[in-house]
């Protein structure tokens, strides 16, 4: 069984981009570990305490284990101690496949996760260190899809998360502080909806998360193919 570790650069980003995938994963008995860069906070209706809950809360509808970093939400940057930080949770995680958001948006946080996470994985194979941990490079990076930009790309591929769009959708929901009458932003629910319908028909499936590479992926196995 594979081990991933998925990093987002706020509490909810994750779930957005691959919440479904998660599901699909814990199902197939993988083991799947969050790790968020910052709590998330400052935002209009939330406090740290609040997200700390929802996203705990996430990630128990998820069975997935959590860590959260400090770096400053809004103000992330890709700097060496972001990047070792991240490197050090890589060494104790040990994933096989590592998942970062995209790297193009319009949200400088989400284009620094990416940022962090790539040099993160370079970092965590370093000898002679005096980092946390023995060695480890994660053999893949695959790319979710939590963008600010209105965007059509080309994914490298589409999971079909059709049982687990539920799932999903329960764990966003459950950061209520984000996605809320009250703020004005419930209607992102059913963009969220849309959209991995939207790549779910691409793959002939009623629902899709789409996911991006920059190396070539291989095939050992032709009955995985949807």
């Known amino acids: 069984m594979a081990r991933v570790l998925a990093v987002g650069p706020h509490p909810d980003d994750v779930e957005i981009g691959m919440g479904g995938t998660i599901g699909l994963l814990r199902a197939q008995g993988h083991d799947v570990v969050i790790c968020d860069l910052t709590n998330g ?3 209009p209706l939330g406090t ?43 060494r104790d995680v040990r994933p096989d496949v590592l998942c970062l958001p995209y790297w193009v948006d319009a949200h400088p946080d989400h284009v620094a996760a990416c940022a962090i996470g790539e040099a993160a994985r370079f970092w965590a194979k370093l000898t ?52 809320s009458d009250a703020r004005g932003t ?27 590479c920059r190396e070539v992926i291989g095939v050992a196995r032709w009955d995985g193919l949807v």
């Open 128 to 179: 002679k260190t005096d980092m946390r941990g023995a060695p480890h490079y994660p053999a893949r990076v695959y790319h979710f899809f939590s963008t600010h930009y209105r965007l059509h790309v080309q994914p490298a591929f589409v999971v079909d998360i059709t049982p687990y769009m539920d799932t999903k959708m329960a764990a966003v929901a459950a950061y209520a502080s984000q996605f």
């Open 41 to 43: 906070e400052p935002t």
């Open 48 to 90: 740290p305490q609040r997200r700390a809950q929802e996203a705990a809360e996430a990630a128990r509808l998820l069975g997935v284990r959590r860590i959260t970093l400090d770096f400053p939400n809004r103000a992330l940057e890709a700097t060496l101690e972001a990047r070792r930080a991240l490197a050090e949770v890589i």
């Open 186 to 212: 419930s209607w992102i629910l059913d963009a969220i909806r849309t959209t991995c319908a939207y790549y779910g028909q691409l793959i002939g499936r009623p629902f899709g998360e789409p996911f991006a």
